[in-house]
């Protein structure tokens, strides 16, 4: 099987992103969090791109600090949630936005 190239906005010429995420075994946020880091100033030129970009990164790291820490949320629908950091963590946890 071969993988495709990784585009040029996650690689830095020494290391490629996928790379990093495996040696490192990160978790689905932490690699989202690299992802979101690494292209931010190189995918797009527009700011209001990169802004967003950022607010991604900025997004998967509270889902992070959440999961490991429990807290609070909001939903979609513009709701409240709590995360019991004790709890098993599933993908599919109900209340999860």
Known sequence: MTTPDPASYYESGKFASWDIIEAFQLSHYEAC???????????????????????????????????????????????????????PVSPLQPGIP
């Open 33 to 87: 969090i690299l992802k979101y880091l690494l292209r931010w100033r190189r995918k797009h030129d527009d700011p209001e791109q990169q802004q967003r970009d950022l607010d991604k990164l900025i997004a998967y790291a509270e889902r992070l600090k959440r999961q490991h820490f429990g807290g609070h949320g909001r939903t979609k629908d513009g709701g409240y949630y709590h995360v019991n950091p004790t709890a």
